[in-house]
């Protein structure tokens, strides 16, 4: 028997495969939002996600077709919480190790970067003008920090589970190259972060907190561009944010 339950992320519906002892979790994409805003194919990333499952720092996914993924469900799961992460250090340890180990992958099976990223989304033509006619701009101040490694690109709590006192890091969409202060700065902003917290991290993963605090408003600028495409809505306050940001690089 097929138990198929069904969860919005998004861009994406997923769904979870019970057949006996066969447990998987389909994720199926939009294709009018993937083609036009999001991804081309997931065909081209069968590399970067075969290089994920070599590394095991995430449950197996196997590419299906262009715009379904099937990924092995993990048991016996619980998630991460801020007080969990905060509150021990070896956790904290695991946590920065996972993430190394994903500067490790081969950066030649991404083709995405942040500039990159962000032109996506340009693609939305309600998008404000003063992105694109800034993009140069934009690119300059991300470039600032060298652009050499392999990110998630999406970590917050709902994206990192412990299975057997294991830790696994979930949903691989918004995975690009950059550096580990973008990394970092994603995770303090989707998870606010407070300074004593965003102290720690810089100091467990030795980089300055000033790398930290730059990448913060690129974080607030695809999360606008984000809920532009997805809820065809303008938020007033990313957008009064993002434009200020931009107005202020020199």
């Known amino acids: 028997m097929i138990n198929l339950k069904r969860k919005n992320g998004g861009f994406t519906s997923i769904y979870r495969i019970e057949i006996e002892?066969?447990?998987?979790?389909?994720?199926?994409?939009?294709?009018?939002?993937?083609?036009s805003f999001f991804r081309t194919n997931l065909n081209k990333y069968k590399l970067f996600y075969k290089s994920l499952n070599r590394i095991k720092i995430s449950p197996?996914?196997?590419?299906?077709?262009?715009h379904i993924?099937?990924?092995?469900?993990?048991?016996?799961?619980?998630?991460?919480?801020?007080?969990?992460?905060?509150?021990?250090?070896?956790?904290?340890k695991k946590f920065r190790d996972k993430i190394r180990r994903i500067q490790k992958i081969d950066k030649k099976t991404l083709e995405k970067n942040l500039?990159?990223?962000?032109?996506y989304y340009l693609k939305n033509k309600e998008t404000p003008k003063i992105i694109g006619n800034n993009i140069k701009k934009l690119e300059k101040y991300i470039n600032i920090y060298p652009q050499n490694k392999v990110c998630h690109g999406d970590i917050h709590f709902g994206n990192i589970i412990i299975s057997k006192e294991k830790l696994y890091l979930l949903d691989w969409d918004y995975?690009?190259?950059?550096?580990?202060?973008?990394?970092?700065?994603?995770?303090?902003?989707?998870e606010k972060l407070n300074p004593k917290?965003?102290?720690?991290?810089?100091?467990?993963?030795?980089?300055?907190?000033?790398?930290?605090?730059?990448?913060?408003?690129?974080c607030i600028l695809l999360d606008f561009l984000y809920q532009n495409v997805l809820f065809k809505n303008i938020n007033k306050k990313l957008l009064n944010e993002t434009t200020k940001f931009i107005e202020d690089i020199p």
């Open 21 to 35: 002892n066969y447990k998987k979790i389909i994720k199926i994409y939009d294709q009018n939002a993937f083609t």
């Open 60 to 66: 197996n996914y196997k590419v299906l077709s262009n």
């Open 69 to 92: 993924v099937e990924i092995d469900e993990i048991e016996n799961e619980y998630h991460l919480t801020k007080k969990n992460l905060f509150s021990d250090n070896k956790k904290l």
């Open 115 to 119: 500039v990159s990223e962000i032109k």
């Open 175 to 190: 995975s690009l190259i950059s550096c580990t202060g973008y990394e970092i700065a994603m995770f303090a902003y989707l």
């Open 197 to 218: 917290e965003i102290k720690t991290l810089s100091e467990i993963f030795e980089i300055s907190i000033k790398e930290i605090r730059h990448y913060y408003p690129v």
